[in-house]
């Protein structure tokens, strides 16, 4: 299954309204969640719950983008799958201890910008065809 398509079945693409390729789709999926963790006021009276389901939802990509880099009809270079499937055991690793009240999702907005930054690095210019590495 494709990272698209796991978007898809898991409601993002319809939130996301994006019309270009697959890096736009991931791109914007990252920014979306990114934003939703980055907006949590720890002052707000509804913090927890804000930032409950942001953690929620950046689990829920990550484990999407680790089965896609898993399966092996997945076109990216070897080295690159395996250090994004070991980000993902790190975001969710990460992610138990920020839900217990020991870690800062400050360290999931870094990952996810990082991210981000690679997947714009593979976007196409304008009027060119969509970049073949990626996802299956």
Not at 67 to 87: C, I, T
Not at 109 to 118: D, R, S
Request: aromatic share 6%; net charge negative; proline share 4%.
């Amino acid at each position: 299954m494709t990272i698209e398509a796991a978007m898809a079945r898991n409601g993002y693409s319809t939130s996301l309204k994006s019309t270009g390729g697959p890096r736009s789709i991931e791109y914007a999926a990252f920014a979306q969640i990114t934003r939703d963790l980055s907006a949590t006021d720890r002052t707000a009276p509804d913090y927890t719950a804000r930032i409950t389901e942001a953690l929620h939802k950046n689990l829920r990509l990550w484990a999407i983008l680790a089965d896609d880099v898993a399966n092996d009809n997945n076109q990216l270079p070897g080295e690159l799958r395996s250090k994004l499937f070991y980000l993902a055991e790190f975001t969710r690793h990460h992610t138990a201890k920020v839900y217990a009240g020991d870690g800062d999702a400050e360290v999931l907005i870094e990952i996810n910008t990082a991210i981000m930054k690679g997947l714009k690095r593979t976007q196409p210019a304008e009027g060119s065809e969509e970049c073949p590495a990626g996802s299956s």
